[in-house]
């Protein structure tokens, strides 16, 4: 118990913002993918999958369970939701069924959201079956979007367009 309080008390002191202080460091690895600054891979055209992304939503199914995956382009995966799970298995009458997916696209949505992840990559099409189209529909039905904004690119003295930055706006 005695670590636990000394552990906290230095938390609170390395977290403490002093007087004149005139700038703060922010060491929080995803800040500036989510100011859309961070540089995303670009890779080439005809690449398949391609690499475009910050974050990029997998769906793998198999024929007893449906897994889905967050994955960074530079950590691999972020967050991973399946049917294999106990929490989920216990509620599905099968694991790759029509329910299965939009109950697995729920979870998936909370997850992320918890994480304060809410723009990704989809490169998913549907099948014949709606079971993919019934989990993009609960993801997005969760507060997900299903594209990433576009990076902000610098501005140089040549451009003949100059975007606004997100910002920089005043009304």
């Known amino acids: 118990m005695a670590s636990a ?4 008390s230095k938390i609170r002191q390395t977290n403490q913002v002093t007087d004149g202080t005139l700038y703060m460091i922010n060491r929080n690895p995803r800040n500036l ?5 961070a540089h995303k891979t670009d890779g080439y055209h005809l690449e398949k999958p391609v690499r475009n992304f910050w974050h990029r939503l997998e769906l793998n199914a198999s024929n007893k ?3 889905a995956k967050l994955v960074h382009f530079q950590n691999g995966t972020v967050i991973e939701c399946s049917t294999t ?3 989920l298995k216990r509620h599905l009458y ?3 069924d029509f329910a299965a997916y939009s109950t697995l696209g729920k979870a998936f ?3 992320c959201l918890d994480a304060g992840l809410t723009e990704m ?4 099409k549907s099948t014949a079956s709606k079971k993919v189209d019934s989990f993009l529909r609960a993801v997005e039905e969760s507060g997900i979007r299903l594209q990433e904004p576009e990076r902000i690119r610098p501005a140089y003295s040549w451009d003949m367009h100059r975007p606004e930055k997100p910002w920089e706006v005043t009304e």
Do not use: F, H, M, Q
């Open 33 to 37: 993918e989510r100011l859309r600054l």
């Open 121 to 124: 990559r989809c490169d998913l």
């Open 5 to 8: 309080k000394k552990i906290l």
């Open 94 to 96: 099968k694991g790759n």
């Open 65 to 67: 369970y449906v897994t």
């Open 109 to 111: 949505a909370s997850r």
């Open 85 to 87: 799970e106990w929490a």
